[in-house]
């Protein structure tokens, strides 16, 4: 089990506090229409785009992290219990 120094668990709470505040400046320009998809089409479009684009981001990062991380591990070990990945 991983522990996490308190330390990183500051990091991590003050990252995630920035993407929260982010997103909400972001939304609420996003609904006074300051920006220029809320201002040509609907406000709807835009918080629908942004929040489109922030979960292929996040599969994006995701699938890096597994391209980095899992090419140490040796694939035998997953032979029988996943038979279509290991292919």
């Known amino acids: 089990m991983l522990t996490n120094s308190p330390l990183d668990i500051f990091k991590q709470f003050y990252s995630t506090c920035l993407v929260i505040f982010s997103v909400v400046i972001v939304t609420a320009l996003m609904f006074t229409e300051n920006t220029k998809v809320a ?15 922030i979960l292929w981001m996040s599969m994006v990062e995701g699938g890096q ?23």
């Not at 992290?65 to 292919?87: A, F, N, W």
């Open 65 to 87: 992290c597994s391209m980095v991380g899992l090419p140490p591990i040796d694939r035998e070990l997953y032979k029988e219990s996943h038979k279509i990945t290991y292919q």
């Open 39 to 53: 201002a040509d089409a609907h406000p709807v479009v835009a918080l629908v785009t942004m929040w489109l684009g």
